[in-house]
């Protein structure tokens, strides 16, 4: 899935690599996204983004910060976090 694909108002996971975005998607501005009520979460050296995420899915999002701007040339993945399978 692209970000400009995403719809208004849906909670994303947004990767880019080492960091990890979670959060409600407002929009697309040139080449940022703009997410409202972010989790905003750097893994650590040998972390596992899906447990990471699956716990979000799981229990809702940690929110760190208001808002978020990711750089679009730099994401790697995009999912809706209602797409993210719980944990049991």
Same mark, same amino acid.
């Given at each position: 899935m692209r970000?400009?694909?995403v719809p208004h108002g849906l909670n994303v996971v947004?990767?880019?690599g080492a960091i990890v975005y979670i959060g409600r998607f407002d929009s697309?501005?040139?080449?940022?996204?703009l997410l409202h009520s972010? +989790? =905003?979460h750097t893994l650590?050296?040998?972390? +596992? =983004?899906e447990r990471y995420v699956q716990d979000a899915a799981t229990y809702g999002v940690n929110v760190t910060q208001g808002d978020a701007e990711?750089?679009?040339l730099?994401?790697?993945?995009?999912?809706?976090?209602r797409d993210i399978p719980k944990l049991a």
């Amino acid at each position: 899935m692209r970000i400009q694909d995403v719809p208004h108002g849906l909670n994303v996971v947004i990767e880019t690599g080492a960091i990890v975005y979670i959060g409600r998607f407002d929009s697309t501005n040139g080449f940022k996204a703009l997410l409202h009520s972010c +989790d =905003v979460h750097t893994l650590a050296a040998g972390e +596992d =983004v899906e447990r990471y995420v699956q716990d979000a899915a799981t229990y809702g999002v940690n929110v760190t910060q208001g808002d978020a701007e990711v750089d679009i040339l730099g994401i790697r993945n995009v999912r809706l976090l209602r797409d993210i399978p719980k944990l049991a």
